[in-house]
């Protein structure tokens, strides 16, 4: 069971109380978001939990700040070594600390974006990730062009993919080449049934290239 209270002090200052509970964490947590008009919002937050691992704290930071054209968001968590949420009982072990940050342009000749990840626990004592996109529209924003690439630190693995969406009718098609992990793929996927109307919803998607050949298909019927 889980809860959240919301309230709107000021038009610029929101303040807020949740839990978590269940039969092995109880968890209670307060926040605060601050808008200023000239930076952004800034939000901060603290919780404390209860469980077999003992009595834990999580406190956390964070800023954005958006515009018609760019985009920036920084977020930390510190984590105590007892603390645990629903999702993080018995064996699992939540992390001692995650920092994320990212930021997006968008220009003449396309849509930028990077992110960062650290992100540390008791498996992993080094989790670094970086990610880079770039995406443009054309012939009257038919047609996308896309690419994407990432690097991690810790595996010293990198991986670079590019391709196209292309609608046809309903069905939102997409090819796409990658390269990761020393291998090379290609990938076609069809999809329909994004919109609210569609009654049947599929996605079909072949990958090819080193290593097996996959295919994959997904239908559902929305009643």
Do not use: C, H
């Not at 709107?8 to 807020?16: L, Q, R």
């Not at 954005?64 to 984590?79: D, G």
């Not at 990077?114 to 008791?122: H, M, N």
């Not at 390269?179 to 994004?194: E, I, L, P």
Request: hydrophobic fraction near 40%; avoid cysteine.
């Amino acid at each position: 069971m889980s809860g959240l209270v919301r309230r709107g002090v000021t038009d610029a200052f929101t303040a807020e109380a949740y839990s978590e509970l269940s039969e092995d964490v109880q968890l209670a947590g307060v926040g605060m978001v601050s808008t200023v008009a000239a930076l952004g919002s800034f939000n901060l937050a603290a919780s404390t939990s209860q469980s077999d691992a003992g009595t834990g704290t999580l406190l956390s930071a964070g800023f954005e700040r958006y515009t018609q054209r760019t985009s920036f968001a920084i977020r930390a968590r510190v984590a105590s070594e007892d603390y645990r949420d629903i999702a993080t009982t018995g064996n699992a072990s939540f992390p001692k600390t995650s920092i994320r940050a990212s930021a997006g342009i968008a220009t003449a000749i396309g849509s930028f974006r990077a992110s960062y990840t650290q992100q540390t626990d008791d498996q992993i004592a080094d989790r670094r990730f970086l990610e880079a996109g770039w995406q443009k529209d054309i012939w009257r924003s038919r047609i996308s062009t896309f690419a994407s690439a990432f690097y991690d630190f810790e595996r010293e693995e990198s991986g670079l993919a590019i391709g196209v969406r292309v609608p046809l009718g309903r069905v939102s098609t997409r090819v796409s080449a990658e390269q990761s992990r020393g291998q090379n793929r290609q990938t076609f996927q069809a999809d329909r049934g994004r919109n609210a109307d569609e009654a049947l919803q599929w996605r079909a998607a072949l990958s090819t290239g080193d290593g097996d050949t996959t295919a994959r298909l997904d239908a559902g019927l929305a009643t």
